[in-house]
């Protein structure tokens, strides 16, 4: 791999937690909203080949037809709404209560999803160390390059 692929697939990875960590923030700002469903964040692999992967499998026999080409890495699919029933109270003079009198609150778990968005925030810095440790290679490697 290259050390521009490295830098492609941390930076899908940064951009990847930046939106996860979104729809977290998004859940918590709506722990008290009425009828406000968890949202789930969806990741998944980039499936993209490198085109020297599309190369070396066209030399063994292996025509791969309608792959985009790239680095791998994680992208966000989307979001999936939580099911789960939020709890119900009775409120007959909240404008949100339902013909019987109840409300149903939101089903979100602020405690799940602050722990959801902490442990994003440390893949986050976790894609950013990566940047790094790029960055000093291409910088040892220019170092070497000058003769010293």
Partial sequence: MTLSGSLDI???GL?????????????????????????????MENQQMAFQ??????????????????????LMAGVVA??????RIYEPGHPEADKDGYVT??????MTDMADAFNTSRLYEANLAVIGVVKNMANKALEIGRGG
């Fill in 10 to 12: 941390s930076v899908q």
């Fill in 15 to 43: 951009s990847a937690q930046s939106e996860r960590m979104k729809v977290h923030a998004n859940n918590i700002a709506n722990v008290n909203t009425p009828f406000y469903e968890r949202k789930i964040p969806v990741l």
């Fill in 53 to 74: 992967d599309v190369i070396a499998g066209m030399r063994k026999g292996v025509i791969t037809t309608g792959v985009s080409y790239g680095p791998g890495g994680t």
């Fill in 82 to 87: 939580d099911k789960t029933p939020g709890k």
């Fill in 105 to 110: 609150l939101s089903n979100v778990n602020p």
